[in-house]
């Protein structure tokens, strides 16, 4: 059974950091490396947008422009986990995040090509 777990979300301040992990698990991820992932959110009555994205060998990585330069996209595949670290959070960070599986090697921007999803953990961000 597929299965991708996030953990990470909570409430903070304007200005601070929080850092999202997506533990993937299932026979599909034997080969963790293979998979591209990516991150998206969903903030309250809005559509769901990428945030970042990272090829199955970790060396290639493709932000949103809302984020770059704030948030950074890493993946442990020896652990089979995908992290996302969120510097200078604003309130308009808010939203839930979702982390997602592609069988692309490279690093997809576009939700339709992520068959795997996690359930999402919530980001709060107060100003």
């Known amino acids: 059974q597929v299965q991708l777990v996030e953990s990470g979300g909570g409430l903070v301040q304007s200005g601070g950091s929080l850092r999202l992990s997506c533990a993937a698990s299932g026979r599909e991820f034997s080969e963790f490396n293979l998979y591209a992932m990516g991150w998206f959110r969903q903030a309250p009555r809005k559509e769901r947008e990428f945030v970042a994205a990272?090829?199955?060998?970790?060396?290639?990585?493709y932000y949103a422009d809302s984020v770059k330069g704030r948030f950074t996209i890493s993946r442990d595949n020896a652990n089979n986990t995908v992290y996302l670290q969120m510097n200078s959070l604003e309130p308009e960070d808010t939203a839930a995040y979702y982390c997602?599986?592609?069988?692309?090697?490279?690093?997809?921007?576009?939700?339709?090509?992520?068959?795997?999803w996690g359930q999402g953990t919530r980001v709060t961000v107060s100003s």
């Open positions: 990272i090829n199955g060998r970790g060396d290639s990585t």
């Open positions: 997602a599986a592609s069988g692309l090697r490279t690093a997809p921007r576009w939700s339709y090509e992520y068959p795997y």
